[in-house]
Nanobody
Framework: QVQLVESGGGSVQAGGSLRISCAASLFRYENNCMAWFRQAPGKEREGVASINSAFTTTFADFVKGRFTLSRDNEKNTMHLQMDSLKPEDSATYYC????????????????????WGQGTQVTVSS
């Protein structure tokens, strides 16, 4: 069964850090583009960052320089390190996978990712 499970969310004050993780049970995980999306109440889901099978990362402009992304293809995991957090980073963060491009990453748009986790809540207080 294909499954993505997020962990590590929580509450932190502005300027603080959090690390969230995604554990995947995917056929040929290493051939999937892995990504994080987020959704705040009343807003559309937006792409945060992605990492391809060659470990190349892409970040949305609003997190560049503050977030880092890594993956472990032996453990089928992905980690998002979030530093210098802002209140506007508060959202439910979703792990997503795309196998359509054989390990390469498509644009950070919901329609390109076919597998999703249930989400983990991140709350940043001012």
């Amino acid at each position: 069964q294909v499954q993505l499970v997020e962990s590590g969310g929580g509450s932190v004050q502005a300027g603080g850090s959090l690390r969230i993780s995604c554990a995947a049970s995917l056929f040929r995980y290493e051939n999937n583009c892995m990504a994080w999306f987020r959704q705040a109440p009343g807003k559309e889901r937006e792409g945060v960052a992605s990492i391809n099978s060659a470990f190349t990362t892409t970040f949305a402009d609003f997190v560049k320089g503050r977030f880092t992304l890594s993956r472990d293809n032996e453990k089928n995991t992905m980690h998002l390190q979030m530093d210098s957090l802002k209140p506007e980073d508060s959202a439910t963060y979703y792990c997503a996978a795309s196998s359509v491009f054989s390990g390469f990453c498509p644009p950070l748009e919901v329609r390109f990712f076919e597998t999703w986790g249930q989400g983990t809540q991140v709350t940043v207080s001012s």
